[in-house]
């Protein structure tokens, strides 16, 4: 069974455009997050899945020249790009993470690859619900899994975020079609905000390296991040407030502008 790392990350982010190249500790963001998810056993290969737009040619660049699979897709419809990732580097098994996230935690990502492996899941996370700090998300599904959601989703945010549609049809969603768990965090540590999204999440990552150094920083684990944030109060009050998963809000929103218009369009007829 192969298993392979999917990386969603592209230039023009909405939010914070070229956030995945901001310099921490001496390495753009995404270099940093790919040397901690490295250290995950049992990864086969990771890729950098991004969009068919140009201006991701500089995140193509850095990839190649750090030695990881590069796959261009769609810019918009990430599920479809994720789904053809997959296929290009034939995975049975994949790891879903976001190249905002630059605090993977190897621990975490072993975690969910025990649990699935051993349980006979499709789909595995952490955020059903969220009870880790922003930044710490993952998820693990089938090859499978992924092909049904590329051919059935059809809403906006299932085809920007990749594992809303596999939400609504798993378990831990009260679904019957596939089977899932969720790994829960030690304690509910969701309030804490370890991804970058905002110029303030930079500034909280700046303060964050200053504090532990970069090179502990970049093989801390949590637990050793969480130490400094409660240690060190002032830092976590730098991004404190930003409502978490805005991004996937918003497609929410649309997924309501599309189901009005559409039952407008039904009772004209």
């Known amino acids: 069974m192969k298993t ?14 070229g956030k995945v190249l901001y310099e921490l500790g001496g390495r753009p ?3 940093f997050m790919l040397e ?3 250290r995950t056993q049992g990864i086969d290969e990771i890729v950098i899945a991004t969009g068919d737009d140009p201006a991701n040619a500089a ?11 590069t796959f261009q897709g769609s810019e918009k419809d990430v599920l479809s790009r994720f789904a053809a990732a997959a296929r290009a580097t034939a995975a049975d098994r994949i790891v879903r993470l976001t190249g905002d996230c630059p605090f993977s935690d190897p621990e975490i990502i072993q975690a969910l690859l025990t649990i699935q492996q051993e349980q006979g899941l499709d789909y595995c996370c952490n955020v059903l619900p969220p009870t ?15 092909e049904q959601a590329d051919k059935e989703a059809d809403l906006p945010s299932e085809r920007e975020h990749v594992v809303p549609w596999m939400w609504k049809h798993c378990t831990l969603h009260g679904g019957e079609r596939f089977k899932a768990a969720n790994l829960a965090g030690p304690e509910n540590l969701s309030d804490e905000r370890w991804t970058i999204d905002d110029p303030a999440d930079y500034i909280m990552f700046r303060a964050l390296c200053a504090e532990l150094g970069p090179a502990k920083l970049i093989q801390a684990g949590w ?10 109060p002032a830092i976590g009050r730098l991004n404190a407030g ?16 599309l189901s009005a218009k559409n039952s407008s369009s039904e009772s004209k007829v």
């Open 29 to 31: 963001l995404i270099a």
């Open 4 to 17: 392979v790392a999917i990386v969603q990350a592209r230039i023009r982010s909405e939010r914070l455009p």
């Open 132 to 146: 880790w700090p922003d930044g710490l998300d993952a998820s693990v599904f089938t090859r499978d899994v992924l």
């Open 242 to 257: 930003i409502v978490r998963d805005a991004g996937l809000a918003k497609s929410r929103a649309e997924d309501d502008a």
């Open 223 to 232: 637990r050793e991040i969480l130490t400094v944030m409660r240690n060190s």
């Open 59 to 69: 995140l193509m660049d850095l990839a190649e020249d750090l030695g990881v699979t």
């Open 36 to 38: 901690r998810v490295r």
